[in-house]
């Protein structure tokens, strides 16, 4: 099991800066990746931004150049960069981990930090 928990976010203004952090714990060895989807009223949940194990990064095209993604491995600490907001990027903000089961199959399941508003007025 990993536990994830969510923190950061609140009111920015368009052009504004918010930084995310989401602290993991638990079995923190089987994270694969770890990062952020969001979801926004009346939208389907939608991938932010992820970082695998060995580094590599994956960005929405949405967020790429605006959002950065990092980790610190030493805290099993994930953080979102967020600069240049804008108001639709308003969404309520999930932390995901990926923890890889081994087996005769390999496959992930997946864990969800508890969510955090982040909001962007115009």
């Known amino acids: 099991q990993v536990q994830l928990v969510d923190s950061g976010g609140g009111l920015a203004q368009a052009g504004g800066s918010l930084r995310l952090s989401c602290a993991a714990s638990g079995d923190t060895f089987s994270i694969n990746a770890i990062g952020w989807y969001r979801h926004a009223p009346e939208k389907q949940r939608e991938l932010v931004a992820l970082i695998a194990t060995g580094g590599s990064t994956n960005y929405a095209d949405s967020v790429r150049g605006r959002f950065t993604i990092s980790r610190d491995r030493a805290k099993d600490m994930v953080y979102l960069q967020m600069n240049d907001l804008k108001p639709e990027d308003t969404a309520v903000y999930y932390c995901?981990?990926?923890?890889?089961?081994?087996?005769?199959?390999?496959?992930?399941?997946?864990?969800w930090g508890q969510g955090a508003q982040v909001t962007v007025s115009s």
């Open positions: 995901n981990a990926k923890s890889l089961r081994l087996g005769e199959r390999d496959y992930e399941v997946d864990f």
